[in-house]
């Protein structure tokens, strides 16, 4: 038999975090700061809405393009939030979770050899999405001395001639680092000058805890050039409906909307009916489970400075991303073996790029009594790492 496999698809890794929560699984009495979930339920208005609809019989498909009544509320949203306005008929397309927005606008972009300039560390599956597009991908390491923003500098030295789509994710999964308007401006100048597409992934935008979400679709000239992708997962802690959406320009989405309904007809009935009151009525439980997540990443990032393991102050998503260079162990190293050693699971910084090397992404979507248990056994790991 021949090989029946695709070459592409083999010579790409499984992702960095799933190796270490296999692991995890197999063991007992695991503390992990690992995973990017919400540890709230869904709000309850929004799971009544779910069953109300399944009680309706409302499980039939919708339109490819999603319920005009959820593409509605997007547009009312996004315009609410960022101040920028989209057709719901044309320029709004719902997906099944952030994650189809981000593979399919590559897939609609990407022609073989273009290059896809991505900031790293960055979310694990743009790297991948951008191969399997046919794309190049083109890191550039952000400094932790920037605290890990874009700078006009980096990126224009990563422009070529070949260079289409960058990929922007602030507030950033892993490293929590946001960007302001002002920092904003120069990179979007430069994705003019040398006509770059950006796709902005703005699932944590909730999650900003200092001043509002600046998003680069708000700025001039760049409506026509962005692609914003977001959804419901994280805000709402809708992880598991698996709902998210893309807005964007009508020549750009009309194109991902093929992909969509090729692949997936449309995304979750259920999931959109419940979404729309996600939207329409719970901007008070975003509220508390952001003012939740502040408190957590505030007891965080003095803990990690007690134990010498410095964060810059993030403020956005729910990541932090502390420094341990000092131990001189890789990030890989030093997550297998706090582990091994005191069942604490956490994810190397390497999982998101090679410039992750020597931190560790922590996420404080937990509770604090779980998050204290970690700290006491991340403390115990570093006394022994120091007596050795």
């Known amino acids: 038999m ?59 498909y919708t339109s490819n393009s999603g319920l005009q009544e959820l593409r509605d509320e997007v547009a009312a949203y996004t ?9 719901p008929n044309t320029e709004v397309l719902i997906t099944v979770g952030g ?17 896809v300039i991505l900031p790293e560390p960055a979310f694990v599956s743009y790297r991948p999405c951008a191969l399997m597009s046919g794309g190049v991908p083109v890191a550039i390491p952000l400094q932790n001395e920037n605290n890990f923003k874009l700078t ?8 070529t001639p070949k260079s289409k789509v960058l990929i922007l994710s602030f507030p950033n999964n892993p490293t929590g680092a946001i960007m302001t308007e002002d920092e904003l401006v120069p990179i979007a ?7 770059l597409i950006v796709i902005s992934d703005e699932i944590y935008a909730e999650l900003t805890y200092e001043g509002k979400h600046a998003s680069i679709a ?12 977001n959804g419901f997962s994280k805000a709402f802690a809708m992880t598991g409906w698996r709902l998210g959406w893309i807005c ?58 007690r134990l010498g393991m410095p964060a810059f102050e993030a403020k956005g998503a729910f990541y932090l991303f ?19 050693e005191e069942r604490l699971a956490v994810v190397p910084g390497t999982a998101f790029g090679e410039s992750g090397e020597g931190f560790l992404r922590i996420s404080y979507a937990y509770s604090i009594e779980d998050l204290k248990e970690a700290i006491v056994r991340l403390e115990k790991f570093i006394k022994r790492l120091e007596s050795e």
């Open 248 to 305: 964007g320009p009508e020549m750009i989405v009309e194109q991902i909307l093929k992909l969509h309904q090729y692949a997936l007809m449309c995304a979750p009935t259920t999931a959109q009916y419940a979404a729309i009151v996600a939207l329409r009525e719970c901007a008070e439980d975003v509220v508390m489970m952001r003012e939740s997540y502040n408190e957590r990443r505030t007891f965080l990032m003095g803990e990690f400075e």
């Open 218 to 229: 708000s700025l001039p000239g760049m409506r026509e050039r962005t692609l914003i992708i």
């Open 79 to 87: 315009k609410r939030s960022i101040g920028v306005e989209y057709s």
């Open 189 to 195: 100048e430069l994705a003019i000058k040398h006509d």
């Open 152 to 159: 006009a500098a980096e990126l224009e030295a990563a422009i």
């Open 322 to 340: 502390p420094s341990i260079q000092r131990f001189g162990l890789s990030s890989d190293e030093f997550a297998t073996r706090v582990l091994q």
């Open 99 to 115: 994650s189809e927005g981000i593979d399919n606008s590559l897939r609609a972009l990407i022609n073989p050899g273009d290059e």
């Open 2 to 60: 021949k090989n029946p496999l695709s070459q592409k698809i083999t010579n790409i890794p499984p992702s960095g975090i799933r190796k270490f929560f296999d692991v995890a699984a197999t063991m007992e009495d695991v503390v992990s700061l690992g995973v990017g979930e919400p540890d709230f339920d869904t709000p309850l208005k929004v799971r009544e809405a779910g069953i109300e609809s399944l009680r309706k019989g409302q499980t039939t």
